[in-house]
Nanobody, 123 residues
Framework: QLQAPGGGLVQAGGSLILSCTAS????????AGWFRQAPGKEREFVAGISRTGRNIKYVDSVKGRFTISRDKTTVALQMNNLKPEDTAIYYC????????????????????WGPGTLVTVSS
């Protein structure tokens, strides 16, 4: 199971960090990422990281503001210069694909979802 507390309310320009942990000792063997879903919109990819941590991708709208990282047990998303359009429920996610360079980019690529955490950015 994935757990990801850390959301909350922040003013525009502020920062938050989301941290996802897993109840499995081999979490660092899973490609992982963060997705988000705003009200009335489909779930979208935000950031992803390969199981080695060497490959990273971001959606264009967060490049330069968000940073994804991982260690053996945690995948974190540092969010800086937050904007009202970043308001959404954020989901930690992991894939079972056993490929060192693989990054899950679509909801259909995901095998495990965290429960979601709400991030609200006020203007």
């Amino acid at each position: 199971q994935l757990q990801a507390p850390g959301g909350g309310l922040v003013q525009a320009g502020g920062s938050l960090i989301l941290s996802c942990t897993a109840s499995i000792r081999t979490f660092n063997e899973y490609p992982a990422g963060w997705f988000r879903q705003a009200p009335g919109k489909e779930r979208e990819f935000v950031a992803g990281i390969s199981r080695t941590g060497r490959n990273i991708k971001y959606v264009d709208s967060v490049k330069g503001r968000f940073t994804i990282s991982r260690d053996k047990t945690t995948v974190a998303l540092q969010m800086n210069n937050l904007k009202p359009e970043d308001t959404a429920i954020y989901y930690c996610a992991a894939s079972q694909v056993a490929n060192n360079g693989y990054i899950p980019l679509k909801p259909a690529d995901i095998d495990f979802w965290g429960p979601g955490t709400l991030v609200t950015v006020s203007s």
